[in-house]
C-alpha cells in the first residue's frame, strides 16, 4: 500500500453482522460504505459477478482486528472453516454463473466440484499455515499437542471431503456400481485390519510421542545443568573461599543474582539490546567497585552507535556514583520512550557536591560523559548539591 | 505496634526477615506454605502481611484469595525475589497493597509495613518500572479510558520512585505535598487492580486471576 500511504489500508472493518467487505472497500476508497453495497447489489443482479466479487473479497481481504490486521486470512487459524466454506461458495458461485450463461455440459459435476473444493481449501490452508519457525515464541508443549491434533483432524476432514466428492461423482456418472463390488471387499478387508492393528498402532503412535517429549525435557535438564554448572555452582565455591570476606560474598552473590536474573529472563549473552547492555554494565560497575547497583529498565531498544554512547555514558557515571557515593545503592533508570527518545537517570545518594566548584579529579569524568553524549547529538546534565546526592541526566533524542 | 506475619516457603529467608524485624514491629507469626499462610491470617488476624510470591500450591495470589474475606482488615504487602512483572502485577491484582524486593534494607522494610499500614500504597523501583511499561503507549482499546490510562502527573510519580526517589523527595521534587504523592500512587495501585488493559489481563489471565 506504498502507493497511497494516505488511504486507509485496505481491511475488513470489524462488524457485528456481516463480513464488513463494504464498509472496509468504503473506507480505503474514501466513499460511503452505502455507495459500495449499492454497487454490489448492482453487479449482483448482473449475471451475479457482485456475489463471486464479493465473497473473493471476503476470503482474501484481511479482517481489521484489535492488534491491527490479521496478516491474511489464508493464514490465519481461526478462519480455516471459514476458508473452506467460502472456497466452496466461490466454486458453486462460479458454477452457477457459467450455469446461467450456458457454459455448464452437465450438472452431474456441481456438487462434486463444491466438495473438492471445500476439502482442497481445507487442506491447502494447512501447507499455508504459519510454520513453527515463524511463531514469536516457542508454545507450549500442551499447545503444541493441541494444534497438531487440530490440524491432523482438519487434514483428515479435508481429505474425507475430497473421497466423498469422488464417490459422489462415481455414483452420480454409475460408475460406482460397477466398482461397488471391489470397493466393498477392499471396505471390509480395510475394516478387518483396522480393527485387528488399531490398538498396535495407537501403541506405537503413543510411544513415540511420549519418547520425544522425554528427550526434549531432557534436553532442557542438560543444558540447565549446564548452566548451573557454569554459574550458580562456580559463584558458590568461590563463596566458600572467600568466606572470611563479606563484601566480597555479597558482591559474588549480586553478580551471581544478576546473572540468574538476566538468564531466566531470557536476555543473557548479546549486549545489542538497551536492556541486556545497561544490565550488563551495571554488573560490571558493581563487581568492580562493590556497591549495589539498582537498575529498572523500561520499554528496550535495539542499539545502535549512539545508543552504546549512551550506554558507554551511562556506564562512566555509575562508576562515578559508585566511586562518590559512600557506598550507598546506585540507582540507574532508563526509559525506552514511545518517541523514539531514549533517557537514563543514575542517582547515587551520596555527599553530593556544588558543580560549579567540581574538583579537577571529577572534570575528565564529567567530559566523557557530557562530551560523549553532545558528540552523539544527546545532553547529559549533572544536578547535585551538597549533602543531597548527585543525579546524572542523560537524554538521546530520537535520531533525526 | 504493627502487627506483622512472615509467609514464605524458604525457612532461613524467614529467619532473616524475623531478625531484621524483632524490635520494630510485633511479630505474630510464620507460615511455610499456602495453606498455613491462610489458616493462620484468618486466625491470628495480622495488621500486615509480608507475602512470598513464589510458593507451590499457588502463591501468594492464592493466599491471598484464600483468607482475604475472613480477614477484612489484614493488609497484603508482596516481598519477593521474583523478576517477573506477571507474577508480580498479579499479587498486586489480587489484593496485595504493595511491592517490595528481597534485598530491601531493614530500615526501608520497615517503612513499607508501617506505609502499607497507614493505607499507603508501597512502589519499589521496580514495581514502578513494571507499571510504566504495562500502561506504555495508548490503549489499544481503552474500554474506561479512566482505569486504562496513567495520567501525565501519575507517569512522573512513577518515573521518580523507579530512580530510587523517596516520596518525599518527590514532592519537594514536583512541588507537591507528599499526600498528593500518595494519592497519586495509590490511585496507580487502583487502575493496577481494576483496568482492564490488555498486558494487565493476560498477565492476570496467565496466572488464572480472572
Redesign the interface.
Known sequence: MASTPTRAPLRRAPSNWGPGVCAGLGRHLGIDPLIVRIAFVAAATAGGIGVVIYLLAWALIPAET??GAEPRRWRTGRSTIEVAVGMALIVLSLLLTARALGLLWSDVIVWPTVLVAAGAGLLWRQSFAPTRTEKPEPAAPEEERRERTRVLSRSGFGAALVIAAGVVFLYVTGALTAARDAVLAAVVVAAVLGIIFAPWVTRLVRSLASEREERVRSQARAEMAAHLHDSVLQTLALVQKRADDPRAVAALARTQEREL?AW??GREGGHDRLAAALEGAAGDVERAHGV?V?I????DRELDDRGEALVAAAREAMVNAAKFGNGS?V?V?A?AR?GGELQV?V?D?GPGFDPDAVPPDRRGVRESIVGRMARHGGRAAIHSAPGAGT?VELTLPEAS | MTRVAIVDDHGLFRAGVRSELEGHVELVGEAASVPEAVALVTEVRPDVVLLDVHMPEGGGVAVIHGAAEQAPGTLFLALSAS??AEDVIATIRAGARGYVTK?IATDELVDAIERVQAGDAVFS??L??FV??AF??PA??PEDPELDQLTAREREVL?HI????LYKEIALRLGISAKTVEAHVSAVLRKLQLSNRHELSRWAAERRLD
Open positions: 484489535a492488534e536474573r531466566l529472563a549495589p539498582e529498572v529498565v523500561v520499554g545503592t540507582d533508570y526509559e514511545d537517570y542517582r545518594r543525579e | 523478576d517477573a534485598n523501583p521496580r514502578a518500572g510504566l511499561d506504555a503507549g489499544p482499546k518515573r523507579a530512580r530510587g526517589y
